[in-house]
């Protein structure tokens, strides 16, 4: 588990095999297991967390999970007094990888498809991809879960550098 957090925006990357363990389908178990989260994380990082978030759950079948928790601007600390409440929005989508250079990755592009959106170069994975491959792609991108997948996808350009 990998953790990101910046202002009132938290990130948690997770695995295939991490986020085997967790039902998305069940509010009651996917409420529970973020309240566990929210501890851990309190913990790890010694800081404090209350108020309203808005979690966005990114769902990869080939990654794994990414957790955007985004805390609400307004506070009621007389309603939240060290508590948390969450409105959870699970999203099953396809991710790509932001990559510098194909150079980087030249010797695997038999197994992914690359696009070009504004000046930027994007990584898609094939389902057949092995663990070697991906461990590669993974080291020299950063993965991109959100609404520009779609926008990569419709807009950008795919492009042959075979």
Request: net charge negative.
């Amino acid at each position: 588990m990998k953790t990101i957090i910046d202002d009132d925006t938290i990130i948690v990357f997770l695995d295939k095999s991490s986020a085997a363990l967790i039902d998305f389908k069940n509010k009651e178990a996917l409420e529970k297991y973020f309240r566990k989260l929210f501890n851990r994380i309190i913990k790890k990082h010694d800081i404090m967390l209350m108020g309203y978030y808005d979690i966005d759950v990114y769902i990869d079948k080939i990654y794994g999970v990414v957790l955007e928790m985004q805390k609400d601007a307004i506070d009621y600390p007389e309603y939240f007094k060290d508590d948390i409440d969450m409105c959870i929005t699970v999203k099953e989508k396809e991710f790509l990888y932001e990559i510098e250079d194909y150079f980087d990755i030249k010797d695997i592009l038999k197994d992914i498809d690359v696009y070009k959106y504004k000046n930027k170069l994007y990584v898609k994975l094939n389902d057949n991809i092995d663990t070697y491959t991906f461990g590669r792609i993974l080291e020299f991108s950063q993965i991109v879960y959100n609404d520009l997948v779609n926008v990569v996808l419709q807009c950008g350009k795919k492009i042959n550098i075979i």
